[in-house]
């Protein structure tokens, strides 16, 4: 997925090595509102009730062989030795079965949604995630009835494209080891909220990883 900077440098001179780095270049008084001591009492009294329905609530807990499927909002950020970062953004799409009750196996599909651009001396140099396909692993470790956690391992292939004005889009696909984290929230009829870190590829000469956030949907 690395592109030489030599393909965008018509215009500089420098000799740059990676993709993103260049060295060149009277008002009326009133009586205001103040909460009395009865107003803290009533929302001290509510944290109680919150943090009882938080560690307690009842949840429908995955079983061996639930499916589920959802969709995720991530920013990536893609970046090479002593760069600064591209963050494209992504919409992924999820769809998974448990295997047993703490481990389940996950197929993604995504593009891009936004491209993220760095001006050069003379140029912008924008890039774009095309396409990511992943199939991975997650292993799930309840933390009580409402939420969990769970860590990822697995194969992701990516392809994106580098533009510029006046030149010719150079599009490259990379596939390789992906492993990350995330937790899950249950919010009722089988729903849950997901945040998540995701290291997509992690190669000797550019790193592409991304957070999302996103729903799961359960079936």
Known sequence: MIISTHYFSASCNC???????????????RTLWRPTDSFWMKKLAAIPALVICLLFGTTLHAETGEA??????????????????????????????????????????GAGIEDDSLNFPGTDISLNIDSVIGVYGLGHIDLNQVASVYGL??????????????LIPNSEDEAGLSFGVGAD?????????????????NKSNFDFSAIGVGFIFGF
């Open 15 to 29: 000799d740059m090595s990676v993709l993103i780095d260049c060295s060149i270049c009277t008002p009326r008084r």
């Open 68 to 109: 589920y499927a959802g969709f995720q909002y991530a920013s990536g950020s893609y970046s090479e030795a002593a760069s600064q970062a591209l963050n494209p953004t992504l919409l992924m799409g999820r769809l998974g079965k448990y295997i047993n009750d703490w481990f389940s196996l996950e197929g993604r599909v």
């Open 153 to 166: 391992l697995g194969v992701t292939r990516a392809e994106a494209t580098v533009s510029s004005p006046g």
């Open 185 to 201: 929230l249950d919010i009722g009829n089988r729903i849950s909220m997901n945040i998540e870190y995701l290291q997509y590829l």
